[in-house]
């Protein structure tokens, strides 16, 4: 599934736990304008254990680049969340990486030294005394190297496989995966790359194995995705660690064009748990996904191949063909609302395939529809005076029977910018791909639809390279776009377009998983 023109969401799912309506409005006292990561659930599903970065009360303060927190589920909400305090802190980066499945054990990543600092190589385990956690005590692992000043990684609840990213002389990019098992003697292999099929040249990170080890769920940045950081499983083919299936990404119900990192199901529960940049108040919040029913029953023993989440629209529903009675849907419902002031919108929705529905959202915004999910759709969600939102949807062989997703649309004023993140070119040329049609067709009918409506093209690069060069190539590449957008019948007076090259970056050039961000297409409204 691909996101085209102005598309904004939030994916918000519930499940019943023990009793309780857990939803990701539950994570509310949890979320912060710091970075969450790595939650990890207790066993018995009553606390949350994650790391914060560079919060003031971590051991190190605010340059410390991860502490310890935890939180307990009280109703249907999280607490607070409460430093887990200095025996399993100090001022270098601690992390949980997994119980035991009677919870007398937990896994921490790094070991813990004489002076209390830890060091990310290794793993240790921290005991239950009843009166709260002990001293962590060091795992050995040999020829055990991570260059990396953070890890991040899983040991399962068996206690006798640990898999982790990090910086070793075999990696292929920066970060890599690796994996050591622990022998019927008690000790530990070297770690092993686990290859090509899941390291690339990029970075791959938060590993975490299913229990049966038969399925891993990772980061990263070296695919094509939908933002920065996507989740992917791939399954392991046989006992050399070296031989995986091709990875699989997650979807559209959990990817997104945020960061999305430190994936974890727990099937025993019927959620997972991952974090997000995606509407986040900072640098990731904690979310929860439901996988499907099939899925969960079978989670740590076999994996189902979980398909693009997607969607759309309701409460006035036109279709030139009905539902038959044997035809297989998924129930989509939510919210459309206004990104400027979140107040409702009234919206028509085109969902169009071999059947075609036209339904409208009220003026609460809300809608609710049953779609066939044997199909291959297009769907155009759009509200007078807002910019409209395009998206491809695949859900043939989509197995959830419920999904919530909210729409967000931005309105139509000067000042606004859209970055048509799908608008994409051949490799240091101004030769547009195929992709790039459906989102530029989409620009086409907005600006047929706001005769008055002018714009400014801007193309954009990274830094890398010959200034020069690039200020030429980012002006080709709006040229292109322009041409386009004439050759559909629009005003050339009411494009104009500049190329800046790399002097107008949205994100950090430091590193390729920021850097990306800066390569992009935008218009701007500036007459309306």
């Known amino acids: 599934m691909k996101y085209f023109l102005f598309l904004s969401f939030a994916l918000m799912i519930s499940v019943l736990t023990e009793g309780q309506q857990i939803t990701n409005q539950s994570f509310v006292n949890i979320n912060s304008s710091l970075d969450e990561q790595s939650p990890v659930l207790s066993p018995d599903g009553k606390t949350l254990y994650f790391t914060i970065a560079n919060h003031p009360q971590n051991v190190g303060g605010k340059r410390d680049k991860g502490d310890i927190w935890q939180s307990v589920l009280l109703g249907n909400e999280w607490s607070a969340p409460i430093h887990s305090g200095n025996v399993l802190n100090n001022k270098d980066y601690n992390a949980v990486g997994g119980f035991s499945a009677d919870g007398s054990q937990m896994f921490l990543l790094g070991h813990y030294t004489s002076s209390g600092d830890v060091k990310t190589q290794g793993i240790s385990v921290s005991r239950n005394t009843g009166a709260g956690w002990s001293t962590p005590q060091n795992i050995s692992i040999p020829y055990f190297l991570n260059k990396n000043e953070t890890i991040s990684g899983h040991i399962n609840e068996s206690g006798n496989v640990f898999v982790f990213a990090g910086e070793g002389y075999s990696s292929l990019g920066v970060e890599d995966i690796y994996v050591s098992v622990k022998n019927a003697s008690g000790n530990w292999s070297e770690p092993k790359n686990l290859g090509r099929n899941i390291n690339t040249s990029f970075q791959e990170w938060s590993p975490w194995l299913s229990e049966d080890t038969h399925y891993l769920y990772f980061a990263s940045n070296g695919r094509q995705g939908y933002g920065s950081f996507d989740i992917y ?204 049609y459906d989102e530029l067709n989409m620009v086409v009918d907005f600006l047929k639809s706001n005769p008055t409506v002018e714009i400014e093209l801007a193309g954009h690069t990274d830094n890398r390279g010959i200034q020069v060069h690039n200020m030429r190539l980012s002006r080709e590449r709006v040229d292109k776009v322009k041409e386009y957008l004439t050759s559909k019948g629009i005003d050339g007076k009411r494009i104009t377009g500049r190329g800046y090259g790399g002097i107008k970056p949205i994100a950090n050039n430091d590193a390729e998983v920021t850097r990306r961000l800066n390569r992009r297409v935008e218009f701007t409204i500036i007459k309306n």
Do not use: C
């Open 233 to 436: 499983y791939a399954q392991r083919l046989d006992d050399t660690w070296a031989k995986w299936s091709a990875p699989i990404n997650m979807g559209a119900g959990v990817n997104s064009e945020g960061r999305e990192l430190f994936y974890i199901p727990f099937p025993k529960k019927e959620i997972a748990l991952f974090t997000s940049t995606l509407n986040s108040d900072g640098y990731g919040d904690v979310k929860m996904y439901q996988p499907p029913k099939e899925v969960l029953d079978s989670l740590m023993k076999k994996m189902v191949d979980l398909p693009p989440d997607t969607v759309v629209k309701l409460v006035e529903i036109v279709r030139e063909k009905p539902i038959t009675a044997d035809e297989k849907t998924v129930r989509v419902w939510g919210k459309i609302t206004n990104t400027t002031t979140n107040a409702p919108i009234t919206a028509n929705v085109n969902f169009h395939s071999d059947s075609n529905f036209q339904v409208v959202a009220g003026p609460d915004g809300i809608f609710s529809i049953n779609v066939p999910s044997v199909d291959e759709y297009s769907i155009k969600v759009e509200a007078p005076g807002f910019l409209g939102s395009f998206e491809k949807l695949d859900i043939r062989t989509f197995e959830m029977k419920e999904l919530e997703m909210n729409f967000k649309l931005q309105p139509v004023e000067v000042g606004a910018t859209v970055n048509l993140k799908s608008v994409l070119f051949q490799q240091s040329t101004a030769n547009l791909l195929d992709e790039s």
